[in-house]
């Protein structure tokens, strides 16, 4: 049984930081590239960063680049979203998503222009993040 389960959420000032955990279970770790996806209220669910199967290849969303740093523990079938600089925009559910690397023609289809949009297989429930003073 596929199982993501998130932590690490909480409160946190302006500027201050947090780190999410998500514990994978139930597929093999290393063949999966993992991604953090937020969801603030009343909006639609935002993509903010991926790391590829072997971590050579990580991407970000502009509105946390520079600022967050996904890696990844395959010895631990765990991902990591270490946000600093926090802003209250910010706030909201992360979900952490997981999808098998697909290669076509020997490159793999997950890059720079599809991390955001392809359909992750597995998902965990979330965990909240607030950033307030």
């Known amino acids: 049984q596929v199982q993501l389960v998130e932590s690490g959420g909480g409160l946190a000032q302006p500027g201050g930081s947090l780190r999410l955990s998500c514990v994978a279970s139930?597929?093999?770790?290393?063949?999966?590239?993992l991604a953090w996806f937020r969801q603030a209220p009343g909006r639609e669910r935002e993509a903010v960063s991926c790391?590829?199967?072997?971590?050579?290849?990580?991407y970000y969303a502009d509105s946390v680049k520079g600022r967050f740093t996904i890696s990844r523990d395959n010895s631990k079938n765990t991902v990591y979203l270490q946000m600093n600089g926090l802003k209250p925009e910010d706030t909201a559910v992360y979900y952490c998503?997981?999808?098998?690397?697909?290669?076509?023609?020997?490159?793999?289809?997950?890059?720079?222009?599809?991390?955001?949009?392809?359909?992750?297989?597995?998902w965990g429930q979330g965990t909240q993040v607030t950033v307030a003073s």
């Open positions: 998503a997981a999808d098998r690397v697909k290669y076509s023609y020997g490159a793999a289809t997950l890059n720079s222009a599809t991390w955001s949009s392809i359909n992750y297989e597995a």
């Open positions: 139930g597929f093999t770790f290393e063949y999966y590239a």
């Open positions: 790391i590829g199967n072997n971590a050579g290849h990580t």
